[in-house]
């Protein structure tokens, strides 16, 4: 069983469980992530959840929806657009049971893949495990601004442990998306779990390091939150600037937040 398909579930059941007795026009509320609504994020998730499903069962349907996506594009559509036309704008308490029922899908069919088949993507290929560990990433990332409006302070699990290793394995991406040289050492990572385990990555180094919480770490790759405003030690040059710029998603590269923009809705 693939531990990560259960993780990924585990991972929307959560937010699922937030927004299913929200009142249906709360599901329009606008958050802090570019003024993205509920609705708008559950559907990002949704669409972007059928994408891997169809990336693992069928090519020739995966080719069909990225031929779609990129005439999108190319008549100058921006990826809501796409998300609106693609989903027929399904909103509302629909798309949330529709985005719930592809979840759980989702996860009983990916549980049995072997982890390391190729599967199709928006680039490169990549491997069924790092597929549901990005839903995983995704679902959490976006999941914030969610948490984030309805002023509810997040309680997570170790299962955070995908996102970390996805932030890890992103520095030469977070680098090279941004067109700058890609430093030869990457920092020594020395990570608190939120049940208290301490996970430690690369190379030990008293100079170039980020020490701290594992969920501030996801916080700042995943950009939903400005490394000001974190409690993350910071040492070396080349864990600042990693820091100030890490994308741990595909696409363009991205501006993180600026500091303070990103925040809990403490009047809630």
């Known amino acids: ?11 929307s059941d959560e937010l699922y469980k937030i927004l299913e007795h929200l009142p249906e026009s709360d ?31 069928n090519v020739s ?3 069909k929806f990225s031929n779609k996506l990129n005439d999108s594009f190319s ?19 629909k798309l949330l049971e529709k985005w719930k029922s592809l979840y759980s899908e989702i996860t009983e069919k990916f549980k049995l893949e072997d982890p ?11 491997s069924v495990i790092s597929s549901i560990s990005a839903r995983h990433m995704e679902t959490w990332a976006h999941g914030q601004a969610i948490f984030d409006s309805l002023g509810i302070k997040r309680k997570n699990e170790d299962r955070i442990l995908n996102i970390v290793i996805i932030g890890n394995n992103t520095f030469n991406w977070s680098y090279k998306v941004n067109k700058l040289d890609i430093p030869k050492q990457i920092p020594y990572l020395k990570l608190t779990s939120p049940s208290g385990e ?15 919480m594992a969920e501030e770490f996801c916080q700042v790759v995943t950009q939903v939150r400005n ?3 974190v409690k993350l030690t910071v040492r070396g040059a080349i864990a600042e600037e990693w ?15 600026k500091p303070a923009t990103r925040r809990i809705n403490l009047s809630r």
């Open 116 to 126: 390391k088949k190729r599967v199709k993507w928006v680039g490169p290929d990549m």
């Open 27 to 57: 599901l329009d509320t606008k958050t802090l992530f570019k003024e993205w609504s509920f609705n708008t994020i559950i559907r990002h998730l949704h669409v972007w959840n059928y994408a891997a499903n169809i990336a693992l069962l």
């Open 243 to 257: 820091m100030s710029l890490a994308q741990c998603f595909a696409g363009k590269a991205q501006t993180p937040p």
């Open 75 to 93: 008549n100058g559509k921006s990826l809501n657009d796409f998300e609106k036309e693609f989903s027929s704008n399904l909103k509302g308490k």
């Open 198 to 212: 301490l996970w430690e990555f690369n190379d030990k180094q008293n100079t170039n390091y980020i020490a701290g």
């Open 1 to 11: 069983m693939l531990k990560q398909a259960f993780d990924f579930k585990n991972e």
């Open 227 to 229: 490394i000001k405003d």
């Open 61 to 63: 349907e995966w080719e």
